[in-house]
């Protein structure tokens, strides 16, 4: 069974960081393409960060562009969003998402940027 599993949300200061993991069993996440969404509060789901499969080529949003590193460590299977610069419009839930030969979702981690 496929599964995608968050972690490492939470609240922080705005100039803040933090590292959202995404934990993946039943594929590996060098034969996926590997992406970060997130959506805030009253708005639609965006995408923040993507790494391709075979390249490891990475694309981003403007808004989180020279702030937010995606990357992926293939030994322990994870997907890493490493966030810096925090800023209260960084305020989501974010979500991890994998392409194969199937799409899955991930359950979601709460990212709140507030003084």
């Known amino acids: 069974q496929v599964q995608l599993v968050e972690s490492g949300g939470g609240l922080v200061q705005p100039g803040g960081s933090l590292r959202l993991s995404c934990a993946a069993s039943g594929f590996s996440v060098s034969n996926a393409v590997m992406r970060w969404y997130r959506q805030p509060p009253g708005k639609q789901r965006e995408l923040v960060a993507a790494i391709a499969r075979a390249t490891s080529a990475t694309t981003y949003a403007d808004s989180v562009e020279g702030r937010f590193t995606i990357s992926r460590d293939n030994a322990k299977n994870t997907v890493y969003l490493q966030m810096n610069s925090l800023q209260p419009d960084d305020t989501a839930v974010y979500y991890c998402?994998?392409?194969?030969?199937?799409?899955?979702w991930g359950q979601g981690t709460q990212v709140t940027v507030s003084s």
């Open positions: 998402h994998a392409i194969a030969t199937f799409a899955i």
